[in-house]
């Protein structure tokens, strides 16, 4: 394994928040971006690799970034870890998961939740106009299976 010469981390609060972190931490300096872990919802660590310099620069750049979304909880470089340290780091952090490929479902079903009284099949038809005729049935399966509910004339997520 070729050692590292800094891990840089930067804990944050929100989605929004770590993406402007890891942006700001990525332009600001020679650093790779090794991993982003999300701990709880919301709370996510951006770990960082690079010289000990770009680690110190895109960590005080993450921070400020962070910082003015109100959202910085901690931060760390950690200078020429030790061979176990970073194992432990590198293993400790889940990599990242292969995405699932999205499908007119659930697309559907995502734009169906942002809806408080759900949608109209009139309003989803006109927005997936391509797969119109197979999504009904889907939707009617998943009235069935129960992850989707249907009142009236209204598709819902939940009760």
């Known amino acids: 394994m070729n050692r590292l010469d800094a891990l840089g981390f930067v804990e944050v609060y929100g989605l929004a928040t770590g993406i402007e972190t890891a942006d700001a931490m990525l332009k600001s300096a020679q650093v790779r971006l ?22 110190r620069a895109a960590v005080n750049a993450g921070v400020a970034a962070a910082s003015r ?35 007119p479902t659930d697309e559907a079903l995502a734009y169906i939740s942002t809806a408080e009284k759900g949608r109209t099949w009139t309003e989803i038809a006109k927005r997936f106009p391509k797969y119109s005729q197979w999504l009904r049935q889907e939707l009617d399966a998943c009235v069935k299976s129960g992850k989707l509910h249907k009142v009236k004339a209204r598709y819902r997520i939940g009760e």
Do not use: Y
Request: glycine content about 8%; hydrophobic content about 40%.
């Open 34 to 55: 090794v991993r982003q872990h999300g701990v709880h919802p919301g709370l996510i660590t951006l770990v960082v690799e690079g010289d000990l310099a770009s680690c």
């Open 69 to 103: 979304m109100g959202a910085v909880l901690a931060s760390h470089v950690i200078g020429r870890p030790d061979a176990d340290t970073e194992t432990l780091v590198l293993n400790m952090i889940c990599p990242p998961q292969e995405s699932q490929p999205v499908t």
